[in-house]
């Protein structure tokens, strides 16, 4: 059996996302279920859960055993990814009332394979367990935290939890309907701490907690991205949010005028983001300053207001100069896609 040892690098996820395990774990109380989690990596090697999925329609549950609807998998990790830039950076399933708060050795076997076979790094498993009443209610569930590295061999390391207040962001419904059946009580089985904990910590948990909590992850932030992407959407313009690899979090803009990318800084939106536009050459890409774009920067300006006036902008000048304009007027079929002029962030 494999050896067990504590982690500082915490497993940090929305509290929204913590709601969607513990409903489904509760609508299974008898038999094994799961699903899985998209988000990113920070560079201290700490999982950060933006989104958790359920079983697909196609799994297949048991007493003993969960199989997750393949086809559903890959179907949501191209949307996640496409969409947001988020990696699938682990799994989760129950274990019931099993009694066995840790991987089974069928469940170290199996996330082991996947990082020989998708050659990852490392990869998180969340092993879910749950108490009932005596009615045969669910009275908790029990989450605790592992994590696989490809370079620990014969051993995996326990998580602490983070759970970032609110919603993801990224979350576009909420994982219940109003008036839906009340969440049973919620034990972290691995352990919990908060940002501010890490804080106090020592130095490589303080950097961890830089690299892990992202303006986009605190409520105003939630709020503040949301405002973002509805503008764009009142507009009629077609905006994408996408975390990169290492956190960072860019705003993709498609419409017929223009392809940009908004870089957002850490500590937006007192700072401007910087801006890259697709050029009129193919495979040209221009990245510059608000400032080098001789364009002033108030922190209540919404990016989409940003987006126009730019654009705006840089039609004027290519009309005095008599010049193509840096963004070309592309017509309906030349749209740009993904991979033109925008670029796609990497799914590990």
């Known amino acids: 059996m494999p050896s067990v040892s504590q982690s500082d690098r915490p497993l940090l996820i929305f509290e929204s996302e913590v709601d969607l395990i513990v409903r489904e774990v509760s609508h299974w109380p008898h038999l094994e279920t799961g699903g899985d989690l998209f988000g990113y990596w920070t560079q201290s090697g700490a999982a950060v859960v933006c989104l958790a999925i359920g079983p697909g329609a196609g799994a297949r549950h048991h007493a003993t055993s969960f199989y997750q609807d393949a ?5 949501e990790g191209l949307r996640l990814n496409d969409r947001f830039g988020l990696q699938h950076v682990g ?5 019931h009332t099993l009694d066995l708060p840790h991987p089974s050795g069928g469940d170290a076997r199996t996330v082991r394979d996947a990082l020989a076979r998708y050659r990852f790094e490392r990869f998180a498993l969340v092993i879910c367990t749950l108490s009932l009443s005596r009615q045969a209610a669910v009275e908790e569930v029990s989450l605790q935290g592992y994590l696989f590295e490809a370079q620990r061999r014969d051993s995996y390391l326990t998580s602490p939890w983070v759970v970032l207040p609110e919603r993801s962001p990224m979350r576009d419904r909420p994982t219940a309907a109003a008036g839906s059946r009340p969440l049973p009580r919620v034990r972290f089985g691995t352990g919990r701490c908060t940002m501010n904990d890490l804080r106090g910590g020592p130095p490589e948990r303080r950097a961890l907690e830089t690299l892990g909590e992202r303006w986009f992850t605190t409520p105003a932030g939630q709020r503040r991205l949301g405002d973002e992407l509805a503008a764009f959407e009142r507009a009629g313009l077609t905006a994408k949010a996408l975390v990169s690899p290492s956190g960072d979090l860019h705003v993709a803009v498609l419409d017929d005028r223009a392809a ?18 697709a050029g009129a050459e193919e495979g040209a890409v221009l990245t510059r300053t608000i400032a080098e774009l001789g364009v002033s920067w108030d922190r209540d300006t919404l990016l989409c207001e940003l987006h126009a006036s730019l654009v705006d902008r840089n039609a004027t000048e290519a009309r005095v100069e008599g010049s193509d304009p840096a963004v070309s007027d592309r ?7 993904r991979q033109d002029g925008v670029e796609v962030e990497g799914h590990s």
């Open 71 to 75: 086809r559903y998998l890959e179907r």
């Open 91 to 95: 799994e989760w399933h129950s274990h």
């Open 260 to 277: 940009a990318r908004y870089l957002l800084p850490t500590d937006y939106p007192t700072t401007a983001p910087t801006v890259r536009w």
């Open 331 to 337: 017509g309906a079929d030349d749209r740009p896609s």
